[in-house]
């Protein structure tokens, strides 16, 4: 993982501060974010789903919702999205081609109901609360089975998603360059958005997190027994974690080269972000050094390329079995 990213309530600090006199509205950056984040998620999930043991239909977008953003704001925040409906959880991204665009959907259309039911709406006061019931509840749908979507109205909009690798993407409002994945969620910083050099350079970073949902990380962390408190960074628990890096490393290559981006991405991006101002003076005991890094990721960068020169298939050495963390 690129550091531990904040808590995702942290995008509501765009809408709690005190009111934007002569700033700049934060909303339009993080909508055209999502967007990038929508079509490169899109791209890796799908066309790399005969890799991936656990998949989830793929619609192709990021779903948005009022609630995230403080009264006053919201309407400035919606309107980034082409969004006015102040109630419902709306579209806040979607990637070209895609089952959901090519159904008709379009960037801000509030959904009022799925498959004949309204939209589920979550528990708790958590900010994403109905977001991740909707996504939860979308993950469970059968791989090729039509989803009517009412869209107001009386509106009902049929799309027909395709196999995706299991997990949904999000974007927070964050200057850090970091990003995150929980098991079946990968979460992007604006920050590691703007450091990306182009959406190459994203997609490396974002095929790393991907790569952590695809091998299990978190839950054979916590299989191993592993400690995320204060002993992350020391003994058993650095060097379990570290194993995780690398093997993410290792698989984002390939991620990279089964979507068609370059798989020499993720050696560039390393290389500048292991050098980047203001990084922390010293190496996290939980990750590798990023000059062994960067060789690592080009040693996977030449497999692949050997195997292209010889017209064999790509197959990644780590999706049959993974090594035990011990």
């Given at each position: ?147 009517a979507l009412e ?8 799309i027909t998603p ?165």
């Open positions: 993982m690129l550091r531990t990213a904040r808590s995702i309530c942290a995008i509501l600090s765009l809408s709690m501060t005190a009111p934007a006199v002569a700033q700049k509205s934060p909303y339009a950056p993080l909508a055209a974010t999502e967007a990038r984040v929508a079509a490169i998620g899109f791209r890796l999930t799908t066309a790399n789903a005969a890799w991936c043991r656990a998949r989830q239909p793929q619609f192709g977008w990021i779903w948005g919702d009022p609630r995230l953003y403080a009264t006053d704001r919201r309407p400035e925040a919606l309107a980034a999205y082409g969004a006015d409906d102040p109630d419902h959880a709306y579209i806040a991204a979607l990637a070209p081609a895609s089952p959901a665009a090519s159904a008709g959907m379009t960037v801000g259309t509030p959904v009022v109901g799925m498959a004949s039911a309204p939209v589920p709406d979550g528990v708790g006061d958590h900010p994403f609360a109905r977001i991740t019931a909707i996504e939860t509840s979308l993950a469970a749908l059968p791989l090729d089975a039509p989803l869209v107001g109205a009386g509106r009902i909009v049929s395709v196999t995706g690798c299991a997990s949904d993407f999000r974007v927070e409002a964050n200057e850090r360059p970091a990003a995150v994945a929980d098991g079946r969620m990968v979460l992007v910083n604006q920050g590691l958005a703007d450091f990306a050099a182009d959406d190459a350079e994203l997609a490396a970073a974002i095929a790393h997190e991907l790569a952590h949902n695809i091998l299990r990380h978190r839950a054979r962390l916590d299989a191993a027994g592993v400690d995320r408190g204060l002993g992350k960074q020391f003994g058993r628990n650095a060097r379990l974690f570290k194993q995780t890096e690398v093997e993410a490393d290792r698989l984002s290559v390939w991620l990279l080269a089964g979507a068609g981006y370059d798989p020499a991405a993720a050696a560039r991006f390393w290389s500048r972000f292991g050098q980047r101002k203001g990084r922390p003076l010293l190496q996290a005991s939980t990750h590798p050094n990023w000059r062994n890094r960067v060789a690592s990721l080009e040693t996977e960068a030449s497999a692949v390329a050997s195997l292209r020169k010889t017209g064999h298939p790509l197959h990644p050495p780590l999706i049959d079995a993974a090594p035990p963390l011990e």
